[in-house]
């Protein structure tokens, strides 16, 4: 992850925070992804980053990783996000800073969470630290993006992602009800969409993309979890066979059919009026942070008309269908980068 050049101190130990952070962040959720780091006299001597859901926080961790406590009165803590002041499945990481006798405290934001936003730092200068917060607030915030998009918007932040063909097809026309996958992209690309997959906690399909391409929707080109995965089957009629039910990762489907089962799958009932808002509510219920949607072309469409999207992903490929199914249409031009990975390109959109 790229982080700009610092240009004070404060700036330089937040920048290593924020490193520190990144290493843990999709462990991490649906908790944020924190660093700390605990510096004495221009030398870092604790730090430590948020494990995995239910583990140590990263200030308990730089707090523990510090051999010489003496050092403490005369330390300063960095904190990319603002410690927490509540029990939750760990006691409150501001109970041990106070304990510790540090005096000073720089925080790079606040925290969204209500349970936690400004009291972790209220707490702090009730017991006379010095709390400072600010330092590259912009990086820190966008480091846990889908933490803020998920407390600020009440809804997981969502990708889109799709590949369509150098002509702008998103699949071949299907005759006869052929099934199987048209592949766009070379195998160059597996790895980074198992990536993408990876980073987040689900991964979105609709109906006709299970019954047509039969995917997994698991993460198995590089090491990784599993997303939870998401199917929309409006009318219930997706049979067990298919690979989403496999067991291998938990799956939730979206259905109005309130008699439909499925074998290893929870079953969420929505009567489809405004779909997406339902499922988006349905996932904040769910504790979901993040979702990917992979397809199909009427399942993106659907989230692009309700201008339900955070971020979008782009495969371009180097062949040509000539015909067949649109791809969804950007009115926009990339605005984060621009990737090549041999003959595909993959472009980048934020709303």
Known sequence: MYFRQRVNVHEKYMGICLELASEGLREAMPNPSVGAVIVYDDKIIGKGYTRPFGNEHAEVQAVRSVQDKSFFKESTLYVSLEPCAHHGKTPPCTDLIIESGIRHVIVGCEDPNPIVNGKGIQKLRDCGIRVEVGILKEECQQLNKRFFTFHQNKRPYVILKWAQTKDGFIDRERKNNETGINWITDPRTKGI???????????????????????????????????????????????????????????????????????????????????????????????????????????????????????????????????????????????????????????????
């Open 193 to 351: 969409t198992h990536q993408w997959r990876a980073e987040e906690m689900a991964v979105l399909v609709g109906f006709k993309t299970v019954e047509n391409d039969n995917p997994k929707l698991t993460v198995r080109a590089l090491e990784g979890k599993h997303p939870i995965r998401l199917v929309i089957d409006k009318m219930g009629a997706l049979s067990d066979h298919f690979e989403v039910f496999n067991g291998e990762a938990p799956v939730i489907v979206f259905t109005k059919n309130r008699t439909a089962k499925y074998r290893n799958a929870k079953v969420i009932e929505i009567d489809f009026n405004h779909a997406v808002n339902q499922i988006l509510a349905a996932l904040f219920k769910e504790g979901i942070l993040s979702v990917i949607i992979e397809g199909g072309a009427s399942t993106l469409s659907l989230f692009l008309k309700e201008g339900a999207w955070d971020e979008a992903r782009v495969l371009t490929g180097k062949t040509t269908f000539g015909s067949g199914l649109k791809a969804p249409e950007l009115k926009i031009k990339p605005n984060l980068q621009t990737d090549q990975f041999g003959d595909n390109i993959s472009y980048y959109f934020n709303d």
